[in-house]
């Protein structure tokens, strides 16, 4: 089967070049479309495992390339979801024919608000892929009685993170991972503060490597970087201990497989670590607060309060994530791809 | 057996939330306390229409919880806001404690239906002993956030959406549409005119019917969400001059549903007051199925209409009434109602007496907690520094209940009550800080 996945966010290719390589070994055929100016600042940043084509997602929705494919994946900003359908439509309408089958799903195991929030413009394509029982349970609700309530769906795991296996290689000397996210907390002052919180745990444990890990795209130029980055207090700190360090974004998926154990707020990150077995730890100082992706993590059975972190050599003795909650997000799904192959080649015209 | 209830609650919705559960007060043998926790900006007619039903208190938290009459019901029902009702739940059982009182059930519900933060709402509610739902959809949706964690068990009851006693059959009604405001749906202002401009607009083509817009609250009253712009400046400043089949009323909303043929909202729970009192509701779906608008929750109603797609009133008002599936769903069904409660509440009191459930599990955390008295201390000093007297003094009320004893809190509580400037900041200067 050959398959388009476009992209138009950095976030959102880097799920693509995941799933792509997932579809690829179950035997499709891939390629990645993406925003031009992504394709060339991303490209070539690391190899990409299928050809990238550098194009618009709407010159995409309107070209012949869709018709030369089976199905098309479409993962672009939430405001370009349903004007890619709009013209994708016209166009079969224009040619006089039907074209592939157009596929969406949210790349993040999002729940409660943020998932109805991003599935609202994905109604209506063909196939919506979800990542675990829970999402297909929410949808379920969004849709029930509506003109939406036969949307086609199909679970297919944890796809937009990475989850494969990577054996116990972890760092030479103790290493923290903390997962930094963009607006969590949002404001400068409550980024400021949670930068002193973590200076201080770095400080009590001489011993460890604290490192904060952006799970965002940051400038690898520290003079893009503002108040909303932990970076930026990092750069202004004369004094920080010599054990807390940055970590490069492109650097994500490295440093977490080397962590010994990770901590964050509310990172879709953290799930990668915890499917790897990683010691986590999930800050509960926010408690659960939506505007915090609070009820993401709730029954994770990791939360605990950034000052109990301490001592770090505690951390590698607590508990797995609960299995229950991590299966209802995806988990266990292990044949995703095969799922999602098997039901486009049902949906091919 | 009758039961003698206290509800206590403090804006104006959810004053309307407890007058739901007292309309009961009648049919049952149930007696109803409401105690209107003083604020200000809440509507005076909120406070009659509750003391038509039973008595009304209106004492703050810190001298509810001192008043030794709080022991003499069989349960509490909270109608607070998040944080104060996880302070409620854990201030109530901490005195009671220390006093060495009966415990009595605590039980909590929402006001109307939930379109946003389901689960963060959930997490300042569990511990309660009861939790009201509307109905199966918030059941299915509790049951999930809860399932495989500790909290699995909480009990919860479903006492539905209906909230009005039911219209007189038969009455005559008025070719009147009320649109029933809501004060931050949609929240932009040129949402808020463009609304305005559709409903002037379905009016003029609608001269035989009477468009009425129903304000959330009058300009000088408040609700929960604050607000800049009162919607009867938005109609002056988007249409200067009103079609004269269009116009602004702050009669009470039941009143109009009881007389007009139709009510228009984009997420309003006036939706199912309409319901009750036999005027049928419209949703308006102009600014579509969108989270922030509330609007994907109505989506299955079948009542969602294009108003300004409309030819004209009557065309919106012809077609079948609310989905019956759905309404069922969301909890507007003779099965879901405060009878549920007050069975559920006889059952606990037939029961011997339990512990409140144990809400501290390692890994798992719900809002609140953890309040301690000097998280609370902390919370007040930060007040403290950005001006803001009133929330220190509340914050140093809760901490006080908690541990009447200790001096230090006494003393800095009476300094933020410092009416003077000067005095205060004096007092303050003098009085013990907070250093953890």
Redesign the interface.
Known sequence: MRLALISDTPGALEACRLLGRQLQAAGAEVTLIAAPTLAHEHGAASPPDAPTLALEPLAAAASELLDHVDAAGVFVEPQTLQPFLEVRRQAERLRGRPACPLFTGPPLPLVGDALSADLLPRLGYDLICLQGPVQVEELGWLIRGTPHAAQAHEPIGLWGLPIEPIGTTVSREPLLVVLEQEAVPAGAKDKALLYRRLRSLALAAPDWTVRLQPDYPLSADPEEWDETALAWHHGLDTERPANLQIGRRDDLTLNLMLAWACVGISSPWLLSAMVWGKPAAVVADYGIRTDFDGPLFFGCGLMRQLADCLPLEELLSSPRANPGWLAGLGWTIADGPQRLLRRLGGLRR | MSLSLLLVADSDSQLLACQALARFADEQRLRVTVNAVPRDGTPASVIEALSRIGPVWQLSLRQLLADPRLDGFDAIGVYLTGSKLAEFRSVYRDSRRQLDRPLRPLFCGFNGVVL?????AI?WRLGYDLICLNGP?DQ??LE??????PFAGQRCVLTGLGRQRAAEPGVERADQLVFAEQVVIPAADHERRRLVRILAALARRSPDWEVLIRPRVAPHERTFHAVTTHITETVEETLGGLPPNLRISDAPLAELLQSGRLLATVSSTAFFDALDLGCKPLVMADFG????LGT?FF????LLRHFARAADIDSLAAGPGA?P??LH?VGYDPHFSPRNLLEALQELRAQPPRPPKDLIH???????ADLSSNQLRRGAEAAIRRRDYDEAARLLEIAQLQRPENRNIGRRLAAVRIGNRVGRRLALLVTPRFRP
Do not use: C, I, K
Not at chain 2, 144 to 149: A, N, Q, S, V
Not at chain 2, 289 to 292: A, C, K
């Open positions: 946003e933060r389901f689960e963060e997490a959809r299915a949706r999930l956030m809860l399932r495989h964690t199925l969108r989270h922030d994907p989506a299955g109603s079948g989905d599936d759905w769903w390692p890994g798992y955390m719900v809002n609140a």
